[in-house]
């Protein structure tokens, strides 16, 4: 008996390592995600998935008083454009949607206005799709959707290339393309894209050479940088999910 008092403490501090040790069940970033999506959930909304920013972001600079480093570190996938804007005194997202909207000028269609202010509250209040759309310039279903044109292969074979970790300038090798043919179809896609995105009102002209200039200067990079590969891309999103946001 004696002995049993003596491994019960031991026993309950067994028990409370060992569910220590089990992972606690992912849940998405954002708040608009499904429930028991991945931590890097995002929706498949064209605009998201293209970077299409309703508004240009020299004007969420001046208006927030900031810069593309500071949002870099902002946004930690836990706080929100619109946590920022609080601290720089806006109260109201909503108006501030608005007038991050407003401020493209030209003439836009009453449905097209609300579609835009709808896309900027949605920038504001998500965390993670705000991260995405600012800085994941080259995480786009488009590429795979042209692969035939962009590394000389079928859009399934080089999803399969791509979860093994490759770079995209091994895939393109592996498709008999030149890193010089690999730079220029990438780059003329996306150019391609920036022109449907300014016809459909999507984004606008200004904010398309935004993000065009921001494209250039990383594709060399993009090119050299390994994919993750499928185990690494679930383990990213459990890690987004219980990463401590940033004080």
Not at 119 to 142: E, K, W
Not at 152 to 166: C, K, V
Not at 212 to 219: K, S
Request: glycine share 6%.
């Amino acid at each position: 008996m004696e002995r049993m008092k003596t491994l019960r403490p031991l026993l309950a501090l067994l028990a409370a390592l060992v569910l220590g040790a089990v992972p606690a069940a992912a849940h998405a970033a954002d708040s608009h995600a499904p429930h028991g999506a991945r931590g890097d959930w995002l929706p498949a909304d064209e605009w998201v998935m293209s970077q299409w920013l309703p508004y240009d972001e020299a004007t969420l600079d001046h208006l927030l008083q900031t810069n593309r480093d500071e949002l870099a570190s902002w946004l930690d996938d836990h706080r929100t454009l619109g946590a920022l804007a609080r601290k720089r005194g806006f109260r109201s997202q909503r108006a501030l949607a608005k007038r991050l909207v407003a401020a493209r000028g030209g003439h836009m269609g009453p449905g097209l206005r609300r579609t835009l202010e709808r896309r900027a509250l949605d920038t504001l209040t998500q965390a993670h799709l705000a991260r995405h759309v600012l800085f994941h310039i080259y995480h786009s279903p488009a590429i795979a959707t042209a692969a035939p044109r962009v590394f000389g292969m079928s859009a399934a074979h080089y999803r399969r290339l791509r979860d093994t970790g490759l770079s995209p300038r091994r895939i393109a090798a592996a498709g008999g393309r030149t890193q010089a043919q690999l730079r220029a179809a990438l780059l003329g896609l996306f150019r391609e894209r920036g022109a449907h995105a300014i016809r459909i009102g999507a984004t606008s002209a200004r904010q398309a050479r935004t993000l065009r200039t921001e494209q250039v200067a990383a594709v060399e990079a993009f090119m050299a940088r390994p994919y993750r590969t499928t185990n690494q891309q679930r383990d990213y999103a459990a890690l987004v999910c219980h990463l401590p946001a940033a004080h």
